[in-house]
């Protein structure tokens, strides 16, 4: 026969230990509870709680079990009669001795202001055992505030969570509003610069030049913040992506340095930049993404450094677990970075000093672009700096050398742009910008404002390529371009490029998926959209992308000689052949400009110099049929034979616009400062 | 009340009595226990209750009591007169998360009157505890309850519930009598060793004690009390004498029989929960048998023997099994003199008089003293 202690005990320890199984109140409750009734032999349990607010206050029930015994006569009156006063009882006691029911006992939880826990069994309780009931209720009453907290702490979680999704949906809110403003004014403003760049072209007077690029240099620095906030924006909505392709790093790296080279030569500061031998000379990355980061980070080291250097260097990290990375560093000996500052350097809208942003201006966006973009790159970025002694902005990114075609796309070359052209525009800023660029190299335009009279023009006359806005009153882009498709047959028949305000990857696929062939991002700008129609004008010529196109002139030579470009590169650098390049355009087209002075003056003795002059530049980089013409103006003046003065010095003149194409083409948009008629 | 007792194992005799019944003034149910002995063709079974114009319920069960007599073959049909509602439980609502929807509302009854509730569930059924559990939730200590496992001593699983849809697998039927009740349980098993906690438990399969595996423990202590090797071949024979008692205080402890082994655990009817402490017990005829009669005489201290118009005992029929010859004696020591008995050796008891936690017993005897 067991003794009834061992019992007890056995029972308590059950008890003991079934407390606390869950920090939700009602699921512990529901655990708990009945291993009290059934180990204790008891038929119902209530569970009195004071109010956290008014604890020592009235006990009120939280927890009746069975549940049926919220309808019991007798506990409800002892519940009425003692829930007053439970908490200045000194407990465990007997409650109520029935003349039928059960006996009630109760215990205080973990102190006598926190609650009780009644019990009712049909026979009553030794006194010894309901003292070592009490411990129990104890732990019962220590696991209830820890439930209570628990709840506590997951209403306020939820309310974080609640206030957290108000926040982002408002931030979401906010960043559609900007992409959507901020293209709204990309779009005017980039009349303003194009339109000011033309104007720049035409015969002004030094004061007329100098308000127009001052308009056109706050246009350009205004367009920059336009293009940071509507950026960030499309990183902030996830409609950024990052799309991967093989670029030539060395070239990239020093088309980036190109640009602020001159700059930074300008203040005076030393500038280089080093690549270390192990870096691999073609990797995958996103080129564009890659060139803003490192745009940001290198206009920032120029911006803020007075004199010393500013220096970008490239090299491979250690291996680590997940293979190596490349790391990209730009160190400048500019004014520093505070400590303090340091942790808050790529948050968004950040700025340093009020007073530097007065000096220097900015949209605090740059670092914050740069840090999303390192990070959807899979790569990591960070600072060091000291203040007043400079800083080194790093980033890691990590790549994949890849096998590559032996032939990149350095052999594109340039193309002959006559073309008859159709622009379907609505928006007459728009218009005049499209007109202006494509008269500029040679195009006939025929222009229309909707998507009705684009399908009544392609039928009635041939066209070479078709310039289609997508959004337009009445019939879109897009149905269009369906509607030409059917009429007319396959992509192929006529080129149909897509100019749209909505820059996203999606926009492109809906315009392909409609029959266009290709896509223009609007603002137009005149390098994409002569890269652009070089590159379907070819097409439609039967010279695709990447193989040499002859030169307009009878004597079908190529524009350029890339071997003595690739020559001239490897004697000096990518960075400084682009510079004198840039010089030589400049002088050729100036030269060309004079020409046509001296044959109206029939002054030929300069006639004879200037085309030496440009033979003589044109020979040494390489623009080969540039060299062959002026060669030949240069020896008919020489013998006196001026009847075909004229006609050459109008193929020069063409010829002197497809080399500055084919240029731009073969350095892919990495001259220093992109070649443009300079009037 | 009508009551009908047949030992026959047709369907026909079952027809008449019920054609009998059906035209008795009054009668609003039809309690209907028997014995799995019959074999009943249970599509005309179906089609029998189906088609009966008075609500039929009950069970299938090992044996039928009558009379003092345990019957292999047989059925009892029990006619009520006291207004009752019914409820049936097929398996799908037995899966439902909240069983009480389906549960009939409590009659409002005059003064101290109880209602009693009447439970019939497959005893291999695999929802017994969250039933019981959520029985003594909804009615709480207001009902009288008393009711036992349907099924067969094959220990497989079928068919076994009745009720007016036919014969159900894995189902319960419940009936709420406006009837007076006493009701007694009691088992009379007793503690032969130490405590063991309860360390690895899914349902009624008993997988651990005391971290070790629950046979190894087991298998001790009945070899060194029996003096007898228990294995596989043997066990039902030897653990129908050591079943498992829950330790509570109170009163007696909850019994939970083991009635098979799987592997090394062992299979109880009835949830054995995890981190309870168990004893192996054990019992002798004499003792068992008392503890029958004190059930009894809870029940006539309940009700009063003078009102009592029938008994109902639910019995275990591991008792029956573990007394054998002597369970005779069990039956004389429950009877009423002037009142009649009626019952059946079930696979798991439920029970209370609205004193106590409401629970599944095994190896227990539950008189049901019944005033319509």
């Known amino acids: ?679 | 009340m009508k009551l009908f007792f047949s030992p026959r194992t047709d369907l026909e005799c079952v027809a008449q009595a019920l054609g009998q019944m059906s035209v008795e003034p009054g009668l609003r149910g039809i309690l209907m226990l028997t014995a799995e002995g019959n074999h009943y063709d249970l599509a005309q079974l179906d089609a029998l209750l189906q088609h009966s114009p008075i609500p039929i319920f009950g069970g299938i069960f090992p044996y039928v009591l009558y009379e003092e007599v345990q019957y292999s073959t047989g059925v009892i049909l029990l006619g009520l007169c006291c207004p009752l509602q019914l409820a049936v439980l097929p398996q799908q609502r037995l899966q439902d998360e909240d069983i009480s929807r389906y549960l009939p509302p409590l009659p409002r009854l005059a003064g101290e009157q109880r209602a009693m509730l009447l439970t019939f569930i497959d005893g291999f059924g695999h929802r017994i505890h969250p039933l019981i559990q959520e029985l003594f939730n909804h009615y709480g200590l207001e009902l009288n309850y008393i009711g036992g496992g349907c099924g067969s001593l094959s220990m497989e699983s079928g068919p076994c519930v009745i009720t007016p849809q036919g014969v159900l697998q894995d189902a319960a039927v419940l009936v709420l009598c406006q009837a007076a009740s006493g009701i007694g349980v009691a088992h009379g098993w007793e503690s032969i060793s130490g405590a063991f906690k309860v360390t690895a438990s899914q349902e009624g399969l008993l997988q651990g004690l005391d971290w070790m595996p629950a046979w190894t423990v087991y298998q001790e202590v009945v070899e060194q009390h029996a003096g007898v090797r228990i294995s596989e071949e043997n066990f039902f024979e030897i653990a129908k004498a050591y079943p498992l008692g829950i330790a509570k205080l109170g009163s007696e402890l909850v019994i939970r029989d083991p009635v098979r082994l799987q592997g090394d655990a062992l299979l109880c009817v009835g949830e054995v929960r995890k981190g309870a402490y168990v004893h192996v017990m054990h019992g002798g005829t004499n003792t068992i048998i008392q503890a029958a009669r004190h059930a009894r005489d809870m029940a006539v201290r309940e009700l009063g023997q003078a009102d009592a118009e029938i008994m109902l005992f639910v019995n275990c029929v591991s008792r029956s099994l573990f007394l054998g010859a002597e369970f005779h004696r069990e039956l004389q020591a429950v009877s009423l003199p002037g009142t009649p008995m009626i019952g059946a050796l079930t696979l798991g008891e439920i029970a209370n008089s609205g004193r106590d936690y409401l629970e599944f017993f095994n190896k227990t005897s539950v008189v049901g003293l019944i005033k319509s």
């Open chain 1, 1 to 679: 026969m067991i003794q009834p202690g061992l019992i007890e005990q056995e029972v308590l320890h059950e008890i003991a230990m079934s407390i606390g199984e869950s920090l939700e109140m009602d699921a512990m409750l529901n655990h708990a509870i009945p291993i009290f009734l059934r180990g204790l032999g008891c038929a119902t349990a209530a569970m009195l709680l004071c109010g956290e607010e008014e604890e020592g206050g009235e006990a009120g029930p939280v927890f009746i079990l069975p549940r049926a015994a919220q309808r019991n006569q007798q506990l409800n009156d002892i519940l009425a009669r003692y829930a007053r006063q439970l908490p200045q009882m000194t407990l465990p006691a007997l409650l109520e001795t029935p003349a039928s029911g059960l006996y009630y006992y109760a215990w205080h939880l973990c102190d006598q202001k926190s609650g009780a826990l009644l019990l009712g069994r049909s026979t009553p309780i030794p006194e010894a055992l309901q003292l070592e009931i009490a411990p129990l209720v104890y732990k019962l009453g220590h696991a209830l505030k820890a439930c209570r907290q628990f709840a506590s702490l997951q209403a306020t979680q939820q309310e974080m969570a609640r206030a957290r999704d108000a926040a982002q949906a408002a931030n979401r809110a906010k960043s559609n509003f900007l992409a959507t403003m901020s293209h709204e004014i990309r779009t005017p403003l980039n009349a303003v610069i194009n339109l000011s760049e033309l104007l720049l072209e035409s015969e002004l007077t030094s004061r007329q030049r100098e308000l127009v690029e001052g308009i056109c240099q706050g246009g350009v620095s205004l367009f920059q913040l336009v293009n940071d906030v509507l950026d960030f924006s499309k990183i902030e909505a996830g409609k950024m992506e990052i799309q991967y392709s093989n670029v030539e790093l060395r070239s990239l790296l020093e088309g980036v340095c190109n640009l602020f080279e001159q700059q930074a030569t300008q203040k005076g500061l030393q500038f280089g930049l080093s690549i270390a031998p192990d870096v691999p000379r073609m990797l995958s990355c996103d080129q564009t993404r890659l060139r803003q980061v490192l745009q940001n980070l290198l206009s920032n080291a120029v911006k803020f450094t007075e004199r010393g250097r500013v220096h970008m260097a490239v090299r491979m990290t250690e291996p680590n677990p997940a293979g190596r990375d490349l790391m990209f560093q730009i160190i400048d000996s500019g004014i520093g970075i505070r400590d303090e500052e340091q942790g808050k350097l790529f948050e968004e809208f950040h700025q340093m000093d009020p007073a530097l942003n007065r000096r220097f201006g900015g949209s605090g966006l740059g670092l914050a672009i740069a840090a999303r973009l390192v990070q959807m790159m899979e790569g990591s970025i960070g600072c060091q700096s000291r203040y007043g002694e400079g800083s080194t902005f790093w980033f890691t990114l990590p790549y994949q050398r890849l096998s590559l075609p032996a032939t990149v796309a350095h052999s594109a070359v340039a193309a002959q742009l006559e073309g008859k052209i159709l622009l379907v525009e609505d928006s007459p800023t728009n218009q005049m910008v499209a007109s202006a660029l494509l008269s500029k190299v040679g195009c006939q335009i025929t222009v229309v404002d909707n998507g009705q009279d684009a399908i009544a023009a392609v039928t009635a006359q041939p066209f070479d390529l078709v310039l289609m806005d997508v959004s337009m009153p009445g019939m879109d882009g897009l149905e269009a371009t369906r509607r030409i498709r059917a009429i007319m047959g396959p992509p192929s028949a006529v080129p149909i490029i897509a100019m749209t305000a909505h820059a996203f990857a999606e926009d492109k696929a809906a315009c392909l998926a409609a029959g266009m062939n290709d896509y223009l991002t609007k603002p137009l700008h005149r390098e994409q959209l002569h890269a652009m129609l070089a590159r379907w004008l070819q097409q439609q010529g039967g010279s695709p992308v990447g193989e040499p196109v002859p030169a307009a002139s009878e004597k079908s030579l190529p524009i350029i000689d890339e071997q003595v470009l690739a020559q001239l590169a490897n004697d000096t650098s990518e960075a400084v052949l682009l510079k004198v390049l840039d010089l030589f355009l400049a002088e050729s087209k100036n030269n060309l400009t004079a020409l046509e002075a001296c044959l109206v003056n029939r002054d030929w003795q300069q006639f004879t110099k200037l085309a030496h002059a440009i033979k003589s530049s044109a020979g040494a980089m390489g623009a080969k049929a540039l060299h062959q013409v002026s060669s030949q103006l240069e020896q008919l003046s020489r013998q006196g034979e001026r009847d075909k003065l004229a006609a050459l010095c109008q193929e020069l003149a063409q010829i002197q616009a497809q080399t500055r194409l084919a240029l731009e083409a073969h350095f892919q948009g990495r001259m220093a400062n992109p070649p443009q008629d300079k009037g």
